[in-house]
């Protein structure tokens, strides 16, 4: 094994477990796959990939409060996120993706 750092400034989590209605998860309601799909997207669009990884994730023990996506490793975490919420998401990637780049050139 070898440790390495990461080569991505943020990796975006959305959360696709699926409980299959025995208890709340993520997937109810199927959304987080179209979100998913939309902050991908995204990232392609806005010219980060390379730099911002978005991965699907199993259970992060947080499944009442989801869908979620959590950012790392800034610890951002967006509970109850939606397809709809996708665009306020990425606004939330590019302003750390900012503030990574201030702090490099200081």
Excluded at 62 to 82: D, E, H, I, T
Excluded at 83 to 102: F, H, M, N, T, Y
Aim: contains cysteine; glycine residues 14%; proline residues 4%.
């Amino acid at each position: 094994m070898k440790k390495e750092t990461s080569p991505y400034t943020c990796h975006v989590f959305v959360c696709t477990n699926d409980r299959h209605g025995e208890r709340k998860s993520c997937a109810d309601g199927n959304g987080n796959a179209r979100l998913k799909e939309h902050l991908k997207n995204g990232v392609q669009s806005r010219g980060w990939k390379g730099r911002v990884r978005v991965s699907s994730a199993g259970c992060m023990g947080l499944c009442g409060r989801g869908p979620n996506v959590m950012v790392y490793p800034q610890k951002v975490w967006f509970a109850g996120a939606s397809p709809e919420d996708g665009e306020k998401i990425l606004g939330e990637i590019a302003r750390l993706l900012s503030a990574e780049e201030e702090g490099a050139t200081r």
